[in-house]
């Protein structure tokens, strides 16, 4: 292919049998990258879709390094995530791997382009919605250690942000056996200044506790 692309100009080029191995849409970013003079050798290939070869060609138009991302083995939104984080200048070989879906490179992005230590939740054990909790928690500087744990969801892992952030002693509902909605009652009824440890059982529904916590609430107000 590269002998081909030295020696023929884009007209001749497109009336090659070479070029028309290609579909409409891979016909069209290969043009595209020979109209804007880049090395189309390095997506000028039947392995990349076109909505692959279109971001490779973004990423070379912005004169970033493609040896992370011209890969076929990546989908065209990792390819996305890898080519925003280089434009940005950051370290992308924390996320560049196939075994990341791309949203969990979009979150590990986000969380090196804010200077925070990405290497708590860049791992392939977390849903990219648990990275995202905890990518908020050490934005906001809270110990996340306290729920940086594949064994609870990003529903529980918010419960227990939201309380670090307000200084609550989370210790109190921050366990596996807590229910997203358990955790939450406990949570309200610590701003509340109540006595959780009243409806603070795993035994009770969340259902249950509200209507505890509600009554404790109304006991309070009387006093």
């Known amino acids: 292919m590269e002998k081909i692309y030295n020696n023929l100009n884009i007209e001749n080029l497109t009336k090659t049998e070479w070029f028309n191995q ?3 849409e891979q016909k069209r970013e ?38 992370l991302f011209v890969n076929p083995d990546f989908i065209a939104f990792q390819i996305k995530e890898i080519v925003s984080g280089l434009i940005n200048k950051i370290d992308v070989s924390i996320y560049a791997k196939k075994e990341f879906e791309w949203l969990q490179m979009k979150e590990s992005r986000k969380g090196l382009e804010d200077n925070l230590n990405v290497s708590i939740y860049a791992k392939k054990d977390f849903r990219f919605q648990q990275m995202e909790e905890i990518r908020w928690g050490l934005k906001y500087k809270v110990d996340v250690s306290k729920y940086a744990i594949p064994e609870f969801d990003e529903y529980q892992m918010n419960e227990i942000r939201l309380g670090l952030e307000r200084g609550l002693n989370i210790s109190l509902y921050a366990k596996k056996d807590y229910s997203r909605k358990q955790m939450r009652e406990i949570r309200i009824g610590l701003l509340d200044n109540l006595d959780v440890s009243i409806f603070a059982n795993p035994e009770y529904t969340w259902e249950e506790m509200k209507e505890i916590r509600l009554e404790l609430l109304e006991e309070s107000t009387l006093k």
């Open 22 to 24: 290609f579909n409409k």
């Open 30 to 67: 290969i043009r595209w990258g020979l109209e804007s003079d880049i090395d189309i050798s390095k997506y000028a290939n039947p392995d990349f879709d076109a909505n692959q070869m279109e971001q490779i060609r973004i990423g070379l138009l912005s004169n970033v390094d493609p040896t």
